[in-house]
């Protein structure tokens, strides 16, 4: 680890499964009126009466989605549940209640998993979630978690990303690019830390970065204030994967082309000067660096006047009609067209 981890490790082994279920488990009560039955039976019971129900999965491999020499546990856990929430809410939906497997190396002790296990408690509790099951393993090599979320919206409220019409005004919600900053910090730090193990880092100055990496939000403020508003996006999608790659998924989707402006992508003064330290423009971090979990999507142009006072929405372009033609406007007034390059886990990208 490249942080100090100095806390006692107790083998899985001397406990044995059930008791490690209960042990990472105990500290989780249920919330929501949906939930019947949480943990401790065959299944989970959930009741959905008037509502759609939404389900979305994520698994996260150890060496492919997360590094452990610099992702502390904690926020592993919080990470895993976050990036599903954020997929709830890119529907316009509320996530209620997830299910967690995990396979584990006897690498890991019994204080590293409750570690991961404090970190997804605590997302729960800050986003009104309920743990209601999951199943646990043995892995030969590294860690993985598999995380399915469960969320409710009316029918009317679903927002696809299939949705985006001509003149639509497309949006998003804080800024973009200071996670993929924050892990170039991070694997910086590694670099020197690998030559010199007792080197500590000092991250001073990148605070913002670093945690829009390893502790990222999900944007349930945006879906609140649509609701609000009354507004139902045309379209909507959660930024993992870089904002040029989402944009080409609502236009591929929808059969439209866009234009952007690069002036009005919404960055952080943290991830402006770090991408300088870098030397990589910091528009490219946003276009095609990921994992923000800011939330991308497209209003009528009726409804700009209802949202343009508001802080966390950015207005960067508009919908066209030609699909083949997604465009962004540079400050210079030129049109480049964008390509997608987000994360794909089958590319050799990294
Ligand atoms: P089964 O043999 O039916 O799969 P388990 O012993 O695996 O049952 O699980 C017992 C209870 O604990 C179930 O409610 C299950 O959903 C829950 N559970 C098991 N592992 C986890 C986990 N890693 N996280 C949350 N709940 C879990
Ligand atoms: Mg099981």
Known sequence: MMFEDKETKTEISSIGEFKLIDKI???????NTSTIKGIGDDCAVLSYPNKKILISTDMLIEGTHFD????????LGYKAAVVN????????????????????SSRYSIEAIQEIYNGMALACKNYGVDLVGGDTTSSLSGLCISVT?????????????????????????????????????????????AANPNFQP??????????????????FDIIDILRAKDIVPTSM????????????????????????????????????LTADEFKISPVTAAMNGGEDYELLFTIKQDDYEKLKEI????????????????????KDSKAI????????????NQ
Not at 68 to 75: A, C, D, F, G
Not at 238 to 245: E, K, R, V
Not at 316 to 327: E, V
């Open 311 to 330: 802080p966390q929405i950015s207005f960067i372009g508009h919908i066209t009609d030609n699909p083949s033609a997604l465009y962004l406007i540079t």
């Open 237 to 272: 999608i959660d930024i993992s994967d870089g904002l040029a790659s989402e944009l080409h998924h609502i236009c591929k989707e929808s059969n439209k082309g866009c234009n952007i402006y690069e002036d009005k992508i919404p960055i952080d003064p943290q991830t402006m």
């Open 68 to 75: 452990m020499s610099y992702t502390p546990l904690r926020h």
């Open 337 to 348: 067209q964008i390509k997608a390059q987000g994360w794909d886990s089958f590319r050799d």
């Open 85 to 104: 929430f954020s997929d709830v809410y890119a529907m316009n939906g509320k996530p209620k209640q997830i299910v967690v497997s995990i396979a584990i």
């Open 149 to 193: 979320v469960i969320g409710e919206a009316n029918l009317n409220q679903i927002a696809y990303r299939s949705g985006a019409r001509f003149n639509d005004l497309i949006c998003v919600s804080g800024n973009l690019g200071a996670s993929y900053m924050g892990l170039l910090v991070l694997e910086r730090e590694k670099k020197t830390w």
């Open 25 to 31: 488990t105990e500290s989780f009560k249920i919330t």
């Open 202 to 219: 000092d991250l001073t100055g990148y605070e913002y970065v670093i945690q829009r990496f390893l502790k990222p939000e999900a944007r």
